[in-house]
T-cell receptor
Framework: EAGVTQFPSHSVIEKGQTVTLRCDPI?????LYWYRRVMGKEIKFLLH????????ESGMPNNRFLAERTGGTYSTLKVQPAELEDSGVYFC?????????????FGPGTRLTVT | TQLLEQSPQFLSIQEGENLTVYCNSS?????LQWYRQEPGEGPVLLVT?????EVKKLKRLTFQFGDARKDSSLHITAAQPGDTGLYLC???????????FGTGTRLKVLA
């Protein structure tokens, strides 16, 4: 069974540009989460989808970040316009509908560098 | 703001030694997880504990959840070079699937 995949693995963009990160969860997983780690800090929750619905977006830093999960399969996280402080590693995780509290499977992350 | 503090931050030990990593908070958690992360990869779940005082064992790793569900520890017996990595604890509060991650403990086991 394929794990959580994320694309791209690395992205280097200039301040003010737009970047879109993609996450493909494990097939059949209704729950999808976005987290990020900025330099020197702990991993922080961004938001949680149940299928295509946003269940909790309390961790989204500001309105420059837009997450979507059309059709309840893969998800995208768009940053527009990117700022220097957005640099970090963005992780996606997924879990089965009833196992979200106990098992979250993480992808390898996308390393975003904003210059 | 909820905060999960891990100690020590860094640990370098010889193969065969024992070690304990601590995860502490002032918040009460419904469940707490331990992950291990290696460079270029995402965190990999090791264990989830949900009951105060619970102890779980995974080969040479022993995990304990504090009685008040505010803290946890990870004990490794006879550490091996393959145990090298970043260990993370993460706690979840009631009513959410959101996990708060700890600051991490970077372990290096020397052969």
């Amino acid at each position: 069974e394929a794990g959580v995949t994320q694309f791209p693995s690395h992205s280097v963009i200039e301040k003010g540009q737009t970047v879109t990160l993609r996450c493909d969860p494990i097939s059949g997983h209704d729950n999808l989460y976005w987290y990020r780690r900025v330099m020197g800090k702990e991993i922080k929750f961004l938001l949680h989808f149940v299928k295509e619905s946003k269940q909790d977006e309390s961790g989204m830093p500001n309105n420059r970040f837009l997450a979507e999960r059309t059709g309840g399969t893969y998800s995208t996280l768009k940053v527009q316009p990117a700022e220097l402080e957005d640099s970090g590693v963005y992780f996606c995780a997924s879990s089965l509908r009833d196992r979200g509290a106990y098992e979250q499977y993480f992808g390898p992350g996308t390393r975003l560098t904003v210059t | 703001t909820q905060l999960l503090e891990q100690s020590p931050q860094f640990l370098s030990i010889q193969e065969g030694e024992n070690l304990t990593v601590y995860c502490n908070s002032s918040s009460v958690f419904s469940s707490l997880q331990w992950y291990r992360q290696e460079p270029g990869e995402g965190p990999v779940l090791l264990v989830t504990v949900v009951t105060g005082g619970e102890v779980k064992k995974l080969k040479r790793l022993t995990f304990q959840f504090g009685d008040a569900r505010k803290d946890s520890s990870l004990h490794i017996t006879a550490a091996q070079p393959g145990d090298t990595g970043l260990y993370l604890c993460a706690g979840r509060t009631s009513g959410t699937y959101k996990y708060i991650f700890g600051t991490g403990t970077r372990l290096k086991v020397l052969a």
